[in-house]
């Protein structure tokens, strides 16, 4: 007869008997280092297969029908055991497994086993994410749905509905094309394009009336060619200041950029059209420069000019040539720009630009220049005594104070709560905070309950009716229903990866908002993001007054980001997770047009203020944006991958969510 082992020998497992003086306590029991292999995706209803294998680290031998891994109710599934498929000493390895039944419903489900013996729990197993659905896995065939618990066929993904395109479908790629036939529109638009009298620039929705010969540049007010050394283009910049005027110090600067040229495109918004103007500024000796504009949705970027060929650099659009470029600061915000920067001896470009074609127009602009080098650090004060190179962040009018966020707040400051339940006060303070289940809708400044939606698991209440299915944003849809794709320009993901460090303070935006793992010099890995909205449908949000619950106010920015639209990361060469991404938020807007046909709206739509991704359109993340990088400080050199997830969290619903990830090589020198 053979004895199962406790420490001491207690029991007799043939006969189910307990030695004399011995206890059969589940203490005795123990698991550890699980490896769980299950299904990674099954249709709803059919059978999982699971296999666990699993070192006994207890002191007790495990006995089959005694030692078991029992899936609980409540995970969606039918609850169920795993068998062990035999005895396992102390120390050992044992394998348990089984089958077990999807449910009818669609969903990511990561489920949890107890390991159980005689019934009581002595360890927990997780395992790996398993999908329950009805996509084959084949993208071009449509998107498989789950109707009244039968999967049924979606549409064409890649039928734009226009007669005049011929539609193809990349089942490698899981992409779509469209080629225009004879006569058949790029795009569509309510608007009327109105080119009478205009040779270039805007044609009113989104177009252009047409290009100028070499020599010349569009000037969009008159909407003519104009030759490109008027005053405050590249040929013939403006001073940035008076002749004489020492440099070190505060200069505050006026314009206006209504009959300023196109003629250059920042590298930190590459699809920008705007007009700009031109200064520039000589130094004889080491300085730093801050410089904020504001007055419109601007672009500010540097460029320093090669004496070999000079005025070149101020038309070079590469990133070279680049010292510093921004697009969304705070300060000024209101979608400012500010850059700084150490600059060397040498000439150099300051080009005030615009966000797109519709923005120009009267700005002001102010440039600090300090002492050897030294980088003021203002990034996210308006205000405050010390920017670290013997200068100021900036003072407050008359009847106002600095607070200790660097904001001017009145002084004295009388809160204003009258029937606010939460929210500012206006006086850096809280009318109040919400509690636990509800949120504060900046809007009103009351708390509200928002419906829980668990994206992974979905569920619809009420259930959907007859021909719909129940989304990933516990919405009900029909199976025909057209739906917003997103993809990924992996192409533009490889090609604009760049290296930067960032001396980051406190204050610092990037700090505030965690998207670096400290303070002090920081080593960036910076690259762009384009996400495309290949799909039939436009991507729409709630409003931030309606939904707080999926948006992040930015008070650095000064305007809401929508939650969880793209997770980033660097992985080692087998796939694990080094670095998490710390961008926490995006301001989802239409950036340019990816697609062609009649079906495609010709004009930009949605913006901060008014989030979405029209279809046929992208919003593309430059690699000079705030946060648009992961932080690599420590990070050993050698070669990584750049993994980009976008809908991570599935609040919306997609054609297909096999298609939202991007994995590119890069070394780290």
């Given at each position: ?251 505050q600067i006026t314009g206006n950029t ?27 000796e080491k300085m730093g420069i801050e ?70 127009g009267a700005f002001d602009l102010q ?303």
């Amino acid at each position: 007869m053979r004895y199962r082992r406790l420490i001491p020998l207690c029991f007799l497992p043939a006969l189910h008997l307990l030695v004399p003086g011995c206890s059969d306590d589940v203490s005795e029991f123990g698991i550890a280092d699980a490896v769980v292999t299950i299904d990674a995706r099954a249709k709803p209803g059919a059978a999982v297969n699971v296999k666990v294998d699993a070192r006994n680290s207890g002191q007790a031998t495990w006995v089959p029908g005694e030692v078991t891994l029992a899936l609980p109710d409540g995970q969606g599934f039918t609850s169920a055991s795993l068998a062990l498929a035999g005895e396992v000493d102390p120390g050992g390895t044992g394998t348990f497994q089984g089958k077990l039944t999807a449910p009818v419903r669609t969903g990511l489900f990561k489920l949890n086993f107890d390991a159980r013996y005689e019934g009581e729990k002595f360890g927990a197993i997780a395992s790996p994410a398993t999908e329950i659905t009805c996509n084959d896995g084949v993208y071009c065939n449509g998107a498989e749905r789950l109707v009244a618990g039968q999967c049924v066929s979606g549409p064409n993904p890649c039928d734009d509905g226009a007669e005049c395109t011929t539609d193809s479908c990349d089942e490698a790629s899981d992409t779509c094309k469209h080629e225009l036939g004879p006569g058949c529109a790029s795009c569509t638009s309510d608007c009327t394009p109105e080119c009478t009298g205009k040779v270039c620039g805007d044609n009113g929705c989104g177009g252009s009336c047409g290009s100028c010969p070499a020599g010349q540049a569009c000037a969009n007010a008159t909407n003519e060619c104009k030759p490109a050394n008027q005053p405050g283009s590249c040929a013939a910049p403006l001073d940035l200041l008076p002749a004489g005027t020492a440099l070190l110090g505060v200069h505050q600067i006026t314009g206006n950029t209504t009959n300023g040229l196109h003629e250059v495109v920042p590298t930190c918004n590459s699809t920008s059209t705007a007009v700009e103007a031109v200064y520039k500024f000589e130094l004889t000796e080491k300085m730093g420069i801050e410089a904020g504009v504001s007055g419109y949705d601007t672009v500010l970027h540097i460029r320093k000019e090669n004496p070999a060929t000079p005025q070149n650099e101020c038309l070079d659009d590469k990133p070279a040539a680049t010292v510093g470029c921004s697009d969304d600061a705070s300060p000024p915000g209101d979608y400012g720009s500010r850059v700084d920067a150490a600059l060397d001896p040498g000439t150099y470009y300051l080009i005030v630009d615009g966000f797109d074609a519709s923005q120009y127009g009267a700005f002001d602009l102010q440039v600090k220049f300090t002492a050897n080098g030294c980088v003021p650090h203002c990034d996210g004060l308006y205000c405050g005594p010390d920017d670290g190179c013997g200068g100021d962040c900036g003072t407050c009018d008359t009847g106002f104070a600095c607070s200790a966020e660097g904001r001017c707040r009145p002084d004295p400051c009388t809160p204003d709560c009258a029937d606010k339940q939460c929210g500012d006060d206006g006086c850096g303070g809280t009318c109040g905070t919400c509690a636990e289940g509800s949120l504060c809708v900046p809007a009103s400044s009351k708390c509200q309950v928002f419906a829980d939606c668990n994206n992974e698991t979905p569920v619809c209440d009420p259930p959907c009716g007859a021909g719909e299915f129940c989304g990933t944003d516990c919405g009900c849809h029909a199976a025909n229903e057209p739906m917003a794709d997103l993809v990924i320009d992996e192409k533009r993901l490889a090609e604009e990866i760049l290296f930067d460090t960032l001396d980051v303070s406190p204050n610092s935006c990037a700090f505030i908002e965690e998207c670096v793992g400290g303070t002090g010099l920081r080593k960036l890995l910076r690259f762009s993001v384009e996400a495309k909205n290949q799909g039939m449908a436009t991507l729409t949000v709630p409003p931030p007054s309606e939904r707080p619950d999926l948006f992040l106010f930015s008070p650095c920015h000064g305007h809401y980001h929508f939650n969880g639209f793209a997770t980033y990361a660097l992985l080692d060469k087998d796939g694990k997770e080094i670095v998490t991404g710390r961008k926490q938020a995006y301001c989802m807007e239409d950036t340019q047009q990816i697609a062609l046909g009649p079906n495609v709206g010709c004009n930009k739509i949605y913006t901060c203020e008014d989030q979405g991704i029209q279809r046929g359109w992208s919003d593309l993340y430059g690699n000079t944006l705030d946060c648009q990088w992961l932080d690599i400080t420590g990070v050993p050199a050698g070669d990584y991958f750049i993994q980009v997830k976008l809908n991570p969290s599935r609040e919306f619903e997609e054609v297909s969510l096999d298609n939202n990830t991007a994995t590119v090589p890069v070394t780290i020198q």
